[in-house]
């Protein structure tokens, strides 16, 4: 068994700081053998509050991949947001924007989603698509993990990722196993999955720590690999509560290379 932990969406710069030292303890007391932080680490982009992000980065015990969000880059400040962009992202984080993570049966490819010309919306490019399925490894579960996600529902109102249907038609033929997201703060997992199972499963994450009060809680997940199955635990920390409850469980298998939930 391989054990990942997913965080997103963090926020720091408008965090729920009563939830910081309880969802590190949490995080580290899962004995993730890889964390990946799929985006908006900040609120702004701004140096306090990429150090406030770093600083949390830095306590966690496990290996880390993590990419950026579109809030990880200026918004009001236009010629940094067109000109350098990734500054201080670069500078606080980790130079790469697009790291790669190894671990057990797991082989993770950060990918960079944001689009400061679009500040929200994000996109994903040719160039970007290629480097993912050129890179598959049919011994390991391929997972990609970026902060916007490849679907949506109905319900939202905010416009997909440029690009996200052909990069998805080709994850899935080329062998993606699992895409790893955030960016809604709505938790999905297997929303897209259809009644007969696909051989690609997304896994949308909620905030971690951003203290909107819409988003009425926050939460994490980590995801055990074994053999054919995936056992998913969902942390979460209501918004009118103190602290984590007990995690919630799902359980995803794989027959015939088709994902599908298991009750």
């Known amino acids: ?96 924007l697009e790291p790669i993570g190894h671990v057990g049966n797991l082989r993770v490819q950060g990918v960079n989603s944001v689009d400061p010309m679009a500040w929200q919306r994000g996109v994903l490019t040719a160039a970007q698509v290629r480097r993912v399925t050129d890179h598959v490894d049919p011994s390991c579960y391929n997972i990609v993990a970026l902060h916007h996600p490849m ?46 199972g696909r051989p690609l499963l997304q896994l949308q994450a909620g905030t971690a720590l951003c203290s909107r009060e819409d988003d009425r809680q926050n939460e994490f997940a ?4 074994r053999d054919e199955e995936l056992l998913v635990e969902r942390h979460v920390a209501p918004m009118d509560e103190t602290g984590f409850r007990p995690p919630e469980l799902l359980r995803f298998v794989r027959t015939n290379g088709l994902w599908q939930p298991c009750q």
């Open 1 to 96: 068994m391989t054990r990942l932990l997913h965080l997103s969406d963090l926020h720091f710069g408008y965090e729920r700081e009563a939830l910081v030292e309880p969802l590190l303890d949490r995080v580290n007391a899962a004995g993730a053998d890889l964390v990946v932080v799929t985006g908006d680490l900040t609120h702004r982009g701004r140096s306090a509050q990429y150090r406030k992000a770093a600083e949390f980065l830095r306590r966690i015990e496990a290996p880390l991949v993590a990419v950026p969000g579109n809030h990880d880059i200026p918004l009001y400040r236009l010629t940094d947001r067109m000109m350098q962009p990734y500054r201080r992202y670069r500078r606080a984080i980790a130079d790469n």
């Open 151 to 196: 679907q949506q529902r109905p319900e939202v109102d905010k416009a997909l990722m440029r690009g996200a249907p052909e990069a998805l038609a080709l994850f899935e033929l080329k062998g993606v196993d699992v895409v790893l997201t955030g960016h809604l703060h709505l938790w999905f997992a297997g929303a897209f999955l259809g009644p007969e």
């Open 222 to 225: 980590v995801l055990d690999f």
